[in-house]
T-cell receptor
Framework: GAVVSQHPSRVICKSGTSVKIECRSL??????MFWYRQFPKQSLMLMAT?????????EQGVEKDKFLINHASLTLSTLTVTSAHPEDSSFYIC????????????FGNGTRLTVT | KQEVTQIPAALSVPEGENLVLNCSFT??????LQWFRQDPGKGLTSLLL?????REQTSGRLNASLDKSSGRSTLYIAASQPGDSATYLC????????????FGSGTQLTVLP
C-alpha cells in the first residue's frame, strides 16, 4: 500500500531556532499533501494544504510566515517552523493521497516537536 | 461549518466483545468518510473509506456503515482483541470545491485481556 514517510519523528529545539520537517510519499506521487497539528488528547487540525509547484493554502489562523511550506517535487513536502516558541510544541502530521478524492488519505507517523 | 462528533470519547471492553463506535456529522453534503486508527505518539492508519454513495465497507473484523441523510457513521469491531486498543478517528471530506477534511475528536478504545 501507499506509504508516507515523515522525518524526524522527534525533535527538541531551543526557542528562537527553526526546525524543518520532511514528508515523503515513498511509492506514489502526490501533487497535494496536507499538514496537520495535534494537541494532546485532541483531534487533528488542518494547518495547510501543500501543492506541488505552487504556494500552499493555509487555514484561517495559521501564520504562513511562521509555518513555511515547500512542495518542490511530487514526492516531498517540507514544513519549517521558524523562530520556534514553546507554544509551538505539538505533534505535526502530514498526509497525502495517491490518486483522486476517491482514494484514502495516507498519513506519516508524525513528528513530536518540543521547543525549550 | 462541518462539525464531526465521536461518542463515546473513551471505551473499555473485555477481550472478545463486539463493539460499536459512533461518528456524527452536521453537514450531510459529504464526499466520503474515512475511519482511522491512531496508536499513541504515532500517525494515522487508514482503516476504511466509504464513498458518499455507499452504505458500508468491510475489512476483516471491521465494518463501517454510513447513513448520510442522518449524518451518522458507525464502526463495528467484532471479537475485539487487546491489539485493537488505540484511538479511532473518523473524518469526513466535504463535497464542496475545497474538499475540506474534518476530523472527529476520536474514541479511545481499551480492550482488556
Amino acid at each position: 500500500g501507499a506509504v508516507v514517510s515523515q522525518h524526524p519523528s522527534r525533535v527538541i529545539c531551543k526557542s528562537g531556532t527553526s526546525v524543518k520537517i520532511e514528508c515523503r510519499s515513498l511509492d506514489f506521487q502526490a501533487t497535494t499533501m496536507f499538514w496537520y497539528r495535534q494537541f494532546p488528547k485532541q483531534s487533528l487540525m488542518l494547518m495547510a494544504t501543500s501543492n506541488e509547484g505552487s504556494k500552499a493554502t493555509y487555514e484561517q489562523g495559521v501564520e504562513k510566515d511562521k509555518f513555511l511550506i515547500n512542495h518542490a517535487s511530487l514526492t516531498l513536502s517540507t514544513l519549517t517552523v521558524t523562530s520556534a516558541h514553546p507554544e509551538d510544541s505539538s505533534f505535526y502530521i502530514c498526509s497525502a493521497r495517491d490518486e483522486g478524492f476517491n482514494s484514502p488519505l495516507h498519513f506519516g507517523n508524525g513528528t513530536r516537536l518540543t521547543v525549550t | 461549518k462541518q462539525e464531526v462528533t465521536q461518542i463515546p470519547a473513551a471505551l473499555s471492553v473485555p477481550e472478545g466483545e463486539n463493539l460499536v463506535l459512533n461518528c456524527s456529522f452536521t453537514d450531510s453534503a459529504i464526499y466520503n468518510l474515512q475511519w482511522f486508527r491512531q496508536d499513541p505518539g504515532k500517525g494515522l492508519t487508514s482503516l476504511l473509506l466509504i464513498q458518499s454513495s455507499q452504505r458500508e465497507q468491510t475489512s476483516g473484523r471491521l465494518n463501517a456503515s454510513l447513513d448520510k441523510s442522518s449524518g451518522r457513521s458507525t464502526l463495528y469491531i467484532a471479537a475485539s482483541q487487546p491489539g485493537d486498543s488505540a484511538t479511532y478517528l473518523c473524518a469526513v471530506i466535504g463535497a464542496g470545491s475545497a474538499r475540506q477534511l474534518t476530523f472527529g475528536s476520536g474514541t479511545q478504545l481499551t480492550v482488556l485481556p
